[in-house]
């Protein structure tokens, strides 16, 4: 499975909110332990190595 | 049924399904009568929160509300202050604050309506989020074809169309599969969903690149109970995943020439299409306006099949409350 992380995206307004994106749909937005600074930019990770 | 919100048709059992449909029997009867009123939902207040365009769902929700006495309110994502850069977690914790007992939400973002239900009291309606799921549109296919074909179990229905792009498409593999029915999605290799292999093998359906070869096969067995053609969503798409229109008519449209072969073999074959239609694009307006054509019950199973949502969701725990 691949999630995409978001790091202060815009997504649902939410500007600056992490965003977990897995299989296309949104998992869970709000702050995401382990985002990292990505600084909006888009990552392509595996769950296990954030959480 | 005790559930509280409708967000995939994946949470529904094949039990909750048929407890649906044979609810959504009886609303249609009510749909018949002169006096179109149930005091099932009096004193529940719903929310009709649609951040996309709709005709259909929209307008059939507010009118299953209101035959069933609930006070029904439409906000719209233009005329709400999400247009003015509010977030939606504030725009819908703003409207349950006002104590609203369901939200039935429309989002162009896949997986907001499981957002929205982690934020609220309220029971969520997911009608329709993104490319993901549409389950009430699912719901009234599959009443529609329980009408028209009696038992799904072991028939073959054939959903044709733009299957990347379809919410559609995904509730209808999940609930007609539960119901027992077979069913093949059939579209250009660049309009299915990448990773769909995986999927069919998972849910138990079949995937198809020749349309031709689908709805003739040689085994009568084979061939289709049912046809179910889906838009061309040509709002989502960011590139070219056809050549021309014509050539995907050609290849994928059901053309007067397609529905002349098929009614040779099943004169009364059910051709269901959700909505809107790209009249001589995807579907001839021959096939559209067909003897056959269930395109116009589906409209109408939509207000009786979103009574048995709202009544399987909410009418408990009024009695309950009551």
Not at chain 1, 10 to 22: M, P, Q, S, Y
Not at chain 2, 128 to 154: I, M, N, V
């Amino acid at each position: 499975m691949t999630d995409l992380l978001l790091k202060g995206a815009n997504l649902l307004g939410d500007k600056g909110a992490d965003v977990l994106v897995r299989d296309g749909v949104i998992a869970e937005i709000g702050s995401i332990p382990g985002a990292g600074e990505l600084g909006g930019r888009q990552l392509t990770v595996d769950r296990k190595s954030v959480v | 049924m005790t559930r509280k919100h409708l967000l995939s048709s994946a949470d529904l059992s094949r039990d909750e399904v048929d407890s649906i449909l044979d609810t959504a029997a009886s609303m249609h009867d009510v749909q018949r009568r002169d006096v179109k009123k149930l005091p099932t939902l009096r004193g529940r207040t719903v929310i009709n929160l649609f951040f996309e365009d709709s005709t259909r769902t929209r307008s059939s929700f507010e009118i299953a509300g209101k035959w069933m006495s609930a006070d029904t309110i439409n906000i719209t994502g233009k005329g709400s202050s999400t247009s003015k850069g509010e977030s939606l977690r504030d725009t819908v914790m703003t409207i349950c604050a006002m104590s609203v007992d369901a939200l039935v939400i429309r989002h162009s973002a896949s997986g907001a309506c499981h957002q929205v239900a982690q934020w609220v009291d309220a029971s969520v309606i997911n009608a329709g989020d993104g490319t993901h799921e549409h389950p009430t549109q699912a719901l009234l296919d599959a009443y529609t074809l329980r009408q028209r074909l009696g038992s799904l179990e072991g028939r073959h229905i054939v959903i044709v169309g733009d299957l990347a792009h379809s919410r559609v498409f995904r509730s209808n593999v999940i609930t007609l599969g539960r119901l027992g029915a077979r069913v093949t999605v059939v579209a250009p290799p660049t309009l299915m969903p990448s990773g769909i292999g995986d999927w069919a093998a998972r849910d138990g359906f079949a995937t198809s690149w020749d349309l031709d070869q689908t709805l003739y096969a040689a085994s009568p067995a084979d061939r289709p109970d049912a046809v179910m053609m889906l838009r061309v969503q040509r709002e989502r798409m960011s590139g070219g995943f056809f050549p021309t229109e014509r050539e995907y008519t050609t290849g994928y449209g059901l053309t007067r020439e397609r529905l002349a072969r098929l009614y040779a073999a099943t004169p009364d074959l059910p051709i269901l299409h959700p909505g809107p239609m790209n009249r001589g694009l995807e579907i001839s307006a021959e096939a559209a306006d067909a003897t056959s054509s269930a395109i116009l019950d589906q409209v109408s199973a939509g207000v009786a099949v979103r009574m048995a949502v709202l009544y399987h969701l909410l009418a408990g725990e009024t009695e309950a409350a009551a």
